[in-house]
C-alpha cells in the first residue's frame, strides 16, 4: 500500500516553494523557488537510497539498483514548475508519485530485475521560455545548443545561461540523450486539467494519446499617432489589427473538429497609453489538436489570416515559430495494462485523449509510455483553485505503482 500521510508530507512541503498570499504558486523554471523545491526533492530522494544526478538539461533522475543494472530502465516522472498564480497538484503529483512508489519497493524489500528512475523534468512549463517542456525535448534529443542559447525569457536570459547558471553543462548535452536502449517504459501521473473525470464520477483516465502545440510569437508593427489628430482611416492601429487575429484563432479552432483549439493568451501592447493609437502588439498563439493533418490545416488557416489582417489595417505582422510538436498516440499494451489493474481494483477508468501537451508524449517516441489522469475539481488547472483529493491522487499512484512493478519485474 501506498503511504499517504507519506506523500501528504512531501505535498505540504513542496507547496511552500513559491507559495503566494492568496495560497496560488509562482515557481518558474530555474527561478529561487524551483531551486527549493528541486533541493527538496533531491534530498528525498538521496533519503529513499536512489542514485541522484542533475543533467545537461536541468533534469533530476534519481536511479533505484536493480538485480540487473545494464538493463533498460523503468521511468517514472513529471515535473515541479509551474505557471505564474498556479496551482499546487499539477506535475507535482506526478514526481511525489514516482518517489513513494520507490519508496514504497524499500518498505516492501522488493528488488527488480529493470532499475526503477524518477525524473524531475526540468521546465515543462513555457510560462518562463515560451516553450514547454524543455528538460524531456533535451533528454530525448530534440534540442541543439544554438536552440538553447536562443529561447529567452523576458529578461532576455536564454535557457542555456539559466541551466549554465544553475550549475549546469549544457554543452556537455549529448552525453545525456536517452537512447531506446536506456529506457524499457515511461510512466506519468497528471492531474486531468479538464472536467471530464469529476463530470462523468470517473476514478482515472488512461491517456489514449496526447495533443501537442504548435505555438507562434506574433509581432504586430503598426505606428504610433495622436489618438485625437488621426482620422480613422489614415491609422495602423496594431491593436485593433490584434483583436481581429484573436477572433480569427477562435474561429480557425471552432471550425476545425471538437478536439481543436486555439488560443491568444498573452499580450502587450505598446505604448499602452490612453492618447496613443498602439504602434506595437506582441502576443502569443497556441493552436492545439490530438489529429496532425487538421493542425495543419489550422496553422496554415493561421497564416492566411495574418495576410489577410495585414492587408486591412496595414500593419505588419511578423510571425516565429517557437514550437510544432507532433500529437502522440500512447502505447496500446501499457493501456491494456492499466485497464487489467483498474479492472481488478473495481475503479473506474475513462480511455481519453489529453488536450495538454506533457513531457511524456516525448518519452513515447523513445518507449512505451502511459500517462495517467486523476480528476481535477472542478476541471480547473494553472490556476489558484487548482485540486484533486487525496483519495484520488493515491488511487492513481496505487494503478501506476503495481503497473510499474509488474514492467520492471518485481522478484
Ligand atoms: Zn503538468
Not at 492531474?191 to 471530464?196: A, D, H, L, S
Not at 483549439?261 to 504602434?279: L, Q, S
Not at 502569443?284 to 492566411?304: C, G, P, Q, Y
Request: aromatic letters at 4%; glycine letters at 8%; a negative charge.
Amino acid at each position: 500500500m501506498i503511504n499517504a500521510k507519506r506523500f501528504q508530507d512531501d505535498f505540504c512541503a513542496i507547496a511552500q516553494f513559491g507559495v503566494l498570499d492568496n495560497g496560488g504558486v509562482t515557481r518558474l523554471a530555474l527561478t529561487p523557488p524551483d531551486y527549493e523545491a528541486r533541493n527538496y526533492l533531491i534530498r528525498s530522494m538521496q533519503n529513499a537510497g536512489l542514485s541522484v544526478r542533475i543533467d545537461s538539461f536541468g533534469n533530476i533522475r534519481g536511479r533505484r539498483a536493480a538485480e540487473n543494472q545494464q538493463l533498460p530502465a523503468v521511468m517514472i516522472g513529471s515535473h515541479l514548475d509551474t505557471v505564474p498564480q498556479g496551482g499546487h497538484y499539477d506535475g507535482v503529483i506526478g514526481v511525489l508519485a514516482g518517489l513513494e512508489i520507490i519508496r514504497h519497493l524499500n518498505d516492501e524489500n522488493i528488488s527488480t530485475k529493470h532499475p526503477v528512475e524518477l525524473i524531475n523534468f526540468c521546465c515543462e512549463e513555457s510560462s518562463r521560455f515560451g516553450v514547454a517542456t524543455l528538460g524531456s525535448k533535451g533528454l530525448t534529443g530534440q534540442l541543439t545548443c544554438n536552440m538553447m542559447q536562443s529561447i529567452r525569457d523576458h529578461q532576455g536570459i536564454s535557457f542555456y545561461q539559466a541551466l549554465q547558471q544553475g550549475g549546469c553543462a549544457p554543452d556537455n548535452h549529448a552525453q545525456d540523450i536517452l537512447r531506446p536502449q536506456d529506457i524499457k517504459s515511461f510512466f506519468e501521473l497528471h492531474i486531468e486539467q479538464g472536467p471530464v473525470l469529476e463530470h462523468q464520477k470517473i476514478d482515472l483516465g488512461i491517456v489514449t494519446a496526447i495533443a501537442a502545440p504548435t505555438r507562434f510569437r506574433v509581432k504586430i508593427i503598426g505606428q504610433n499617432d495622436h489618438s485625437g489628430t488621426t482620422p480613422m482611416a489614415l491609422r495602423h492601429d496594431a491593436l485593433v489589427a490584434a483583436a481581429e487575429l484573436i477572433l480569427a484563432v477562435r474561429n480557425i479552432a471552432c471550425d476545425s473538429s471538437p478536439d481543436s483549439v486555439a488560443t491568444v493568451g498573452e499580450i502587450h501592447n505598446r505604448p499602452n497609453a490612453m492618447n496613443v493609437i498602439p504602434g506595437e502588439v506582441q502576443l502569443s498563439v497556441d493552436i492545439r489538436d490530438i489529429d496532425l493533418e487538421r493542425k495543419r490545416i489550422m496553422t496554415d488557416n493561421f497564416k492566411a489570416q495574418i495576410a489577410i489582417i495585414q492587408q486591412t489595417h496595414q500593419c505588419q505582422i511578423e510571425s516565429m515559430l517557437l514550437c510544432d510538436d507532433q500529437p502522440i498516440t500512447l502505447n496500446t499494451g501499457l493501456r491494456d495494462h492499466l485497464k487489467d489493474i483498474a479492472r481488478q481494483h473495481s475503479w473506474s477508468y475513462h480511455c481519453m485523449p489529453s488536450g495538454a501537451g506533457h513531457d511524456a508524449m516525448h518519452l513515447a517516441k523513445l518507449a512505451p509510455t502511459a500517462l495517467v489522469f486523476i480528476p481535477s475539481r472542478n476541471g480547473i488547472s494553472h490556476n489558484i483553485a487548482e485540486s484533486s483529493s487525496l483519495e484520488n491522487i493515491v488511487r492513481g499512484i496505487e494503478l501506476l505503482s503495481e503497473a510499474v512493478k509488474q514492467v520492471a519485474q518485481a522478484v
